[in-house]
């Protein structure tokens, strides 16, 4: 089945050949470059995940986040190295993680044990396409389901695309049909703010047509042109774009 996630529907509304060389494995495998905040982002967000799969309620301190952060760190010291270079970038991002722990077990999501945490695929069948959803965390309050994704950079305004909590909401009312979902939010940990994106009625519907337009528009897409955008800079394929020689 056609499979479809927000990073690729962003990559392929950003720029079509971003798109292309990102699925094609020989080509993303030969040219795609892990970065201190990617690295520093997925520690993050395993730490936050084992904070309540493995840790009791006695241990859920800022000392067992930094020395869980250590952990995963050292598991791929080799790599992780070569990633950050020098003694001082990782003091930075180590800096920062403190910072972020701090405002995380501050917030109210620490108290809160979450209906489901995981960092799994949901995967969903919208009917020939299958959405693939990674949803840091549900809870579940009086009035419904709240979906919130964890945010380890600093918030940026406009920065958070309303799609992908659309898609998560859509996942999730698609996974738990008995709950209504009331709330969907970034959790920026830097800044300790929440970024909510509205609810609205029928936007299940709205969201599946626009992620099945999507699907339609790339199988039918016979030349994925190069787009330039702000993201270029960060884009893996630089170096064999043509827009860029
Ligand atoms: S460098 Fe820019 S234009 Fe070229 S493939 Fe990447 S995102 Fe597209």
Redesign the pocket.
Known sequence: MFQLSFTKIEKFL??P??YA?YIDKSVYNKYHQDTPPLIFGSIMHAVLNDYYKNLEKSERTKEKMIALFKQKYKANKAKHDAVFKDRKTVTGYAQTAGREFTNFLESPLSEIVPYVATEENIKTDLGGVELWAKIDRFDTSAKGLKIIDYKTGKYIEDEPDPLQLDLYALAAFIKFPEIPIHQKSYYYLYDNRFVEVACSSGEFKKTREKVLGIAENIQKTKEFK????P??IW?D??TI?P??Q
């Open positions: 950003r720029c050949q971003e060389w190069p787009k330039k955008n993201k270029c884009c394929f630089r774009c827009l860029w």
